[in-house]
């Protein structure tokens, strides 16, 4: 009974130590969870951002949220309808609910796609270079060259594109900015009637600048062309083939020697002749 | 009530709703005199105006800044450390309307007499700016500016409502039924920012105990209570880095004890030396 009253000292030193361990403990918890949420709050890998922004990692980290980009989109002059009435802006910033990093700028094409403004006014107006205007700006001339702008890459979906059904279709052709350069309309044979022709729309990714004009112009339900971001959109064929009938290819993979490329694997860790003599055993 | 009792009220209010006003025009018809938000904004097309806090943590992140957002942030700091000490959380800052409107209800429903006391740190402010700089560092995100509700209730106002109104709801309801002035008094990161800027600005409330007639209104006012410990004892400024000049105790206080003063407070601290 005695020792269950018995009233623990607590010396003056344990307080203290107790009291950093508090501390401490309760601010790695913060750190913890803040950390957790801002780490999940910055995966937006679909999100198509102003021309000119810097790569998605740091255009999260530089940007600062300011929408400077976004009014100067919608307040640009030229954004008005025929009475005069202004129209909604391209660049929305991201709210709470849209699967975009909260506060940045980005856009989406079916609903309102980039016009590529000559002047390119959300660009310059950027304070922190989040969107570099050295991006957008021909060293050779040193002027604004809305060719340059990089938002993405337009994909076609060749099982819903009508164009590839044999009808008659060239929206996204006749809507693209560059006209005949960043889409390119292929002509084959419709083997089906025997005597007609598909018009099939094929996007060079070398030219298209992701604006999304033939996403909005895609007459299909669902757009059967669209923009994604390119990292998303295209694969990468890596160092280990080159195009042996392109010159300018070899440039890609550089001065690279047969005997650098290392793959490992089960099977490169022996030699060719061993196992194509020795039968698969890998 | 005499228009003394609210002036500064009234004076905080419209600078609060009219900056917010003319951020909104700036987006929704190109007005020039303010555009941007309170992360960033450009004032009259020139002049760059920018969060301090807000570069600090893009630094945290790693990232290299352009120069004009960092002229910006030297001019919001200077402004503030000379002149205005922590007034940005009482004279721009949005979210001062709703916890503010949340202190007032509290006031009114006699909530701080009837709950049970909920007791959190002061001080929980400057290790938030710690924090959010180790986590602005870990993550490559600036890691106040995806959670505050300052700038999220500004876009809200600028760039159209969205859920991001959630957190405001929710902030009112902390400080209205769980912290007194929970979240400017004791968490925002920003404010605690703005109190260190501010140690040496020159704005302060002055205080005199002769006239001073103990009734205690300003402390039932005052958002940072603790900053007016000299009432009726001293005649001295309010020297205490968390006093937001927001004034109220001056309006509040019909004894003529409280008033604005700059020069005085020079004397003050060369008398304390």
């Known amino acids: 009974m005695g020792q269950k009253n018995k009233k623990v000292e607590i010396s003056s030193r344990r307080r203290f130590f107790t009291n950093i361990a508090h501390n401490v403990g309760l601010g790695a918890m913060g750190t913890l969870l803040w950390a957790g949420y801002t780490t999940k709050a910055k995966s937006s890998p679909l999100t198509l951002r102003p021309p000119a922004a810097l790569e998605e990692d740091d255009f999260l980290k530089t940007c600062i949220k300011c929408g400077l980009c976004a009014e100067a989109c919608v307040n640009r002059p030229q954004n008005r309808d025929k009475e005069g009435n202004q129209l909604p802006g391209t660049l929305k910033m991201a709210k709470a609910e849209d699967s975009v990093t909260i506060g940045t700028p980005f856009f989406t094409p079916r609903d309102v796609p980039c016009f590529m403004c000559d002047d390119i006014p959300c660009v310059p107006v950027c304070p922190t270079g989040a969107l570099d205007i050295t991006k957008v700006t021909n060293p050779k001339t040193n002027e604004l060259d809305i060719r340059m702008m990089d938002m993405g890459v337009a994909i076609v979906d060749v099982h819903s594109c009508i164009a590839f059904w044999g009808l008659q279709c060239d929206a996204c052709y006749r809507a693209c900015p560059l006209l005949d350069e960043a889409i390119k309309l292929e002509y084959n044979r419709n083997s089906r009637t025997g005597k007609h022709a598909f018009l099939e729309p094929v996007v060079n990714p070398d030219v298209c600048t992701g604006c999304g004009l033939c996403e909005k112009a895609c007459v299909t339900e669902k757009p059967a062309i669209f923009v994604l971001p390119r990292d998303v959109a295209q694969g990468k064929a890596g160092d280990h083939y080159v195009k042996g009938w392109d010159k300018k290819d070899q440039q890609r993979v550089g001065d690279r020697k047969e005997q650098d490329i290392k793959t490992k694997n089960e099977r490169s860790s022996k030699n060719p002749t061993d196992y194509l003599n020795s039968g698969v055993e890998y | ?273």
């Open chain 2, 1 to 273: 009530m005499k228009f003394s009792n609210i002036k500064y009220l009234l004076l905080r209010r419209v600078s609060q709703i009219g900056l917010l006003f003319l951020y909104f025009a700036g987006n929704a018809w190109g007005w020039s005199i303010l555009q941007g938000d309170l992360s960033s904004s450009s004032l009259f097309g020139k002049i760059p105006l920018s969060d301090p806090f807000a570069i600090l943590q893009i630094f945290a992140t790693g990232a290299i800044l352009g120069v004009n957002v960092l002229v910006g942030a030297l001019i919001i700091t200077l402004f503030y450390g000379i002149i205005g000490g922590r007034a940005f959380c009482s004279w721009v800052c949005p979210v001062n309307l709703v916890t503010d409107a949340a202190a007032w209800l509290r006031r009114k429903l006699y909530i701080d007499k009837i709950e049970r006391k909920v007791w959190i740190s002061r001080n929980i402010r400057y290790y938030m700016i710690v924090i959010a700089l180790i986590v602005s560092a870990i993550s490559g995100l600036a890691a106040f500016e995806v959670v505050s509700p300052i700038t999220i209730l500004n876009r809200n106002v600028v760039f159209g409502i969205g859920s991001g109104l959630g957190l405001i709801a929710a902030i009112f309801l902390f400080d209205l039924f769980v912290v007194k002035n929970g979240w400017c008094g004791h968490i925002c990161p920003l404010g605690g920012v703005y109190s260190i800027i501010g140690k040496y600005s020159l704005l302060r409330v002055k205080h005199d105990s002769e006239a001073c007639t103990l009734c205690m209104k300003c402390k039932d006012v005052c958002p940072e209570v603790q900053v007016l410990h000299m009432i009726g004892k001293k005649s001295i400024t309010v020297n205490d880095i968390e006093c937001t000049n927001c004034g109220r105790c001056i309006d509040v206080c019909d004894d003529d004890a409280l008033e604005f003063s700059i020069g005085k407070y020079i004397k003050n601290h060369k008398e304390s030396k």
